[in-house]
Structures are given as structure tokens and as C-alpha cells.
């Protein structure tokens, strides 16, 4: 199993700036996945973080906006970038442990950006 | 693509009482399928999987169904306690050559003492 520290836990930001959430995990993992939940929809992957590597994002989501960074096996952060009332939502990190078919999240950061 | 869906409107049991939710998926053949508990200001928390080789899978008070033939899973929360109150997330698992698993939108479950 893995136990995944994120922080912050919730922020308000104004219109423009970044806010930049890390997630700790505690052991070492291969991948590393960073999710947006908005309200009423579904858990949407933003992109998989690997170490060593760029991020892979998916489609709609681009570096420029949110770039992540993965310095080592248990840490990484994702970054909001120039936020908008739009980037309202939870954040969630997330890990697949090798050989468990199943993942594991942090507690979220809930954005508002105002 | 792979489309998941589960029902959006909350659902209200009595305690003591079976909870059942529904999972439907279309355009895919999934090796399994997941469930994950979500507390409000929690991340998700996996439960279950349940292969596509297995038509029943329980744990405790949980209990999933997996037909692969009507694309469905059913999730039933016997002898259900106001504890159990959280939104219930189906998952299906990346496609070959990607990580992405693919998340229902969750069906709320609040159960009344």
C-alpha cells in the first residue's frame, strides 16, 4: 500500500497567479499521476509523472499551464499556472504500486481561484 | 472511446436496508473493474475489483457483480450504516500502452438513521 501526504489541502487564489501542490509519498514509486476533479464530473487524468523524464500530459492539458516536476521516486508537484475562475476544482495526486491493480490518492487540494 | 457510466442523482436507503448501484460501461472488453469509496474532502479509496472472469466478488458487507456481456456492475452494501454515506466511484482500467484509468462520475449514497 502507499500513504500520500498532499498538501495544500485547500486554497483561495486570486485571478493570475499560480499555486504550485505538493505530494509526498511513502515509498518509492514508479509512476505518478496528477487528476482534476470538477464538481459533478468524473476524475479526469492531467498527465503521469515519471522521474527522471518529462510528464506526460493528456489531451487539453499542456506543460505551459501545468507543469509538474518529479525530482525523485517519492515526491512531485504540479503547478497551476496563471489561473483563471476555470481552474476551480480538486486536484489529487495519485500512485500505481507495482503489482497492486489499483490506485492510491492523496487527499486532494480544493482551488478556488476567485 | 471508452465511456463509463454510473448514476449521477444521489441515492437515499434507510439503514438496514441493501444499497445497490450501478456501473455501465460501452466500447470496451475490461480485464476488471474497480470500486473506490470518496468522502467529501477526501481522495477516492479503493474497495474492490472484480475480474471479468468472476461473476461475484464480496468483502464483508460489500458485494460486486461483474456481466460482461451487459457491460455492468452492480455494487450492493448489505445491512447499510450511516457510515456508509459517501459517493461510490466506478473505475475501469488503462487500455493497452497507457496509465489512464477511466472514472465513472460517482453515485452518492446517503444512507438515513
Known amino acids: 500500500s502507499a500513504v500520500i501526504s498532499q498538501k495544500p489541502s485547500r486554497d483561495i487564489c486570486q485571478r493570475g497567479t499560480s499555486l504550485t501542490i505538493q505530494c509526498q509519498v511513502d515509498s518509492q514509486v514508479t509512476m505518478m499521476f496528477w487528476y482534476r476533479q470538477q464538481p459533478g464530473q468524473s476524475l479526469t487524468l492531467i498527465a503521469t509523472?515519471?522521474?527522471?523524464?518529462?510528464?506526460?500530459?493528456e489531451s487539453g492539458f499542456v506543460i505551459d499551464k501545468f507543469p509538474i516536476s518529479r525530482p525523485n521516486l517519492t515526491f512531485s508537484t504540479l503547478t497551476v499556472s496563471n489561473m483563471s475562475p476555470e481552474d476551480s476544482s480538486i486536484y489529487l495526486c495519485?500512485?500505481?504500486?507495482?503489482?497492486?491493480?489499483?490506485?492510491?490518492f492523496g487527499s486532494g487540494t480544493q482551488l478556488s481561484v476567485l | 472511446s471508452q465511456k463509463i457510466e454510473q448514476n449521477s442523482e444521489a441515492l437515499n436507503i434507510q439503514e438496514g436496508k441493501t444499497a445497490t448501484l450501478t456501473c455501465n460501461y460501452t466500447?470496451?472488453?475490461?480485464?476488471?473493474l474497480q470500486w473506490y469509496r470518496q468522502d467529501p474532502g477526501r481522495g477516492p479509496v479503493f474497495l474492490l475489483l472484480?475480474?471479468?472472469?468472476?461473476k461475484e466478488k464480496r468483502k464483508e458487507r460489500l458485494k460486486v457483480t461483474f456481466d460482461t456481456t451487459l457491460k455492468q456492475s452492480l455494487f450492493h452494501i448489505t445491512a447499510s450504516q450511516p457510515a456508509d454515506s459517501a459517493t461510490y466511484l466506478c473505475?475501469?482500467?488503462?487500455?493497452?500502452?497507457?496509465?489512464?484509468?477511466?472514472f465513472g462520475t460517482g453515485t452518492r449514497l446517503k444512507v438515513l438513521a
Open positions: 472484480i475480474r471479468e472472469n468472476e
Open positions: 466500447n470496451y472488453s475490461p480485464a476488471y
Open positions: 509523472a515519471n522521474q527522471g523524464s518529462e510528464a506526460t500530459y
Open positions: 473505475a475501469l482500467p488503462p487500455t493497452s500502452g497507457t496509465y489512464k484509468y477511466i
Open positions: 495519485s500512485v500505481e504500486i507495482q503489482g497492486e491493480e489499483k490506485l492510491f
